[in-house]
Structures are given as C-alpha cells and as structure tokens.
C-alpha cells in the first residue's frame, strides 16, 4: 500500500513543472535550515522534497488561496469540484471561466469556491495551460478530454496532510518580499516565468498580467548576488538560452533535459535543454 507521502503529487497541471526532473533536482539541494520556494507554481520540488520548515510564495492569488484552502479544508473543496465533476461540459466550462468577468459577484465567492474553481478550470482547460490575457481573465479555451481527472481526493489529503502537519508559510506577493530576512544555512529554489528560448516559445510568459521580460530577469539574479553575499544557497531553474546563460556565467551551470508537455503546438512536445544555476 502507498504511504502518505508516496500521494503527494502537484495537484496542478503547470507548464513547466519540475515533476519529471525530481530526479534530478532533489539529489543536489544541500542541507539547509529553511526552505524558501518563491515561485510555488505546482508546487512539485516542495512536495518531493518535503521540508519540514518552508517558506513558499506566489504572486497568482488563486493560486495561493487554493493552497491555502487544501491545507485548511480539503473536504469541503473535494466536495465542490466533486460538484464540478458532475456537471462537468463545454458550455459549463465556459460558464465557469466567466465567473471572474463579473467582479462584483466574484467577490462574494468564498475561497472554497474559487480553489475549486481554480482547480476545475485547470484540469479541463487546453493541456492544463494557465495563462491570463492582459485584464488579468483566465483565458485558456476548454481542452478536450474524455474523462479528465477533475478530483481527486486522495492527492488532496495528503498534501493536506503535510502542509498542515509541517511549519509551511503560504505567503501571496513579490517574491523578493518573501526572502525578506532570509538568514545564512537556509535553501532557495527558484522556479521563476522561464526567458523565452531563442526559438520565440513564449509558452510561459503570460502565467501573471505583467509577465517576466529581460528586466525582471536581471532584477532576480541581482537577488541571487544578494543571497550569495548573505551565505545562503540557490537553484535557479531557466530556459537554457544565451541571455541566461550569460547573465549566470559566474555562477555554476548545468544542463538539463526536460520534455515539454504544454503547448499549443504539439510538434514541440520534444525534449528540450533547461538550465540549474547553483551557486554550491
């Protein structure tokens, strides 16, 4: 029988999760006093790695509070997307994602609601893409799935279980706020809106309004420099193009191969090289 921690699985679809790469990713984290994920996303590394202190951030707002909600009520959030589920077609779909359209009722929503909104809209939409058009709407159209996985129940539990058992801060923001007194022995993963590969893809660039260009790109590796100086160790996953490779030249890099399963285009769910940046 599969333990607890053995279900602990993203219960996101999310372009460029590291799920696959765990493998990978896990055997190089070094000891460290506290976890800091600022770019939760899916939430794949944390829940693999399973640190008992954490400090995890994202700047999506739904996506901070379903989080929240699975590790303060996860019965009744199965319950809803169980809801979900039943009525579960196209037009419901669309219905669904028009929710936020209408401000003044979308406010009266309860949390549980929108996590199981936010859930429901990402295991049925197109290859489970979140992407936001520049009002900030969900505008990713409905996939085509014979029977998508909408609940499950299990998978909630225990992430229920370990974001509830351990000392895991959920914290909704800029990701340099949450670093905010970071101190030296302490680990950082970053997992940040990928740079755009020299072959235009720009499958990930639209996961917040603002999107993240060369701007913020060099913002963050000023805060890499910054946790350097302070002892504290990093990994930084990118797209493995010139413009990050240079601006983490001092740095050491490795290569690695992920296969790239959301987008638009299905010839380009291919493997594709992707960066570690450590500064250990």
């Keep these: 029988m599969e333990t607890v921690e053995e279900k602990i699985s993203p219960v996101f679809k999310w372009g460029g999760g590291k799920r696959q790469l765990l493998d990978v990713i896990l055997p190089k984290i070094p000891p460290h006093t506290r976890y800091y994920e600022p770019f939760i996303g899916g939430a794949a590394v944390l829940f693999g790695l399973r640190p008992e202190y954490a400090v995890i951030n994202d700047f999506n707002e739904e996506l901070v509070n379903t989080y929240k909600v699975i590790r303060d009520t996860p019965e009744a959030l199965i319950g809803l997307l169980e809801q979900h589920r039943e009525n579960n077609s196209v037009d419901y ?17 309860s949390d549980i609601e929108k996590a199981a909104r936010t859930i429901y809209l990402n295991r049925t939409c197109f290859n489970g893409l979140y992407r936001v058009n520049k009002s900030g709407y969900f505008n990713t159209p409905c996939g085509k799935y014979k029977k998508p996985e909408i609940v499950n129940a299990e998978r909630i539990r225990a992430i ?103 987008s638009a285009d299905t010839t380009k769910r291919i493997l594709i090289d992707e960066v570690l940046v450590m500064n250990y």
């Design 93 to 109: 779909f669309y219905e669904v994602r028009a929710w936020d359209r209408d401000q003044e009722r979308y406010i009266l929503l």
């Design 160 to 262: 229920h279980e370990y974001l509830s058992t351990n000392r895991i801060d959920i914290r909704c923001g800029d990701y340099k706020d949450a670093l905010k007194h970071i101190r030296a022995g302490a680990f950082v993963y970053f997992d940040p809106p990928y740079m755009p590969p020299e072959n235009g893809d720009e499958t990930f660039t639209s996961y917040t309004v603002d999107g993240f260009g060369e701007e913020q790109q060099r913002e963050l590796k000023e805060v890499c420099d910054q946790l350097t100086a302070k002892g504290v160790k990093f990994m930084l996953s990118n797209s493995s193009c010139s413009f990050i490779k240079e601006l983490y030249k001092d740095y050491h890099i490795e290569i690695v191969q992920a296969r790239r399963n959301v």
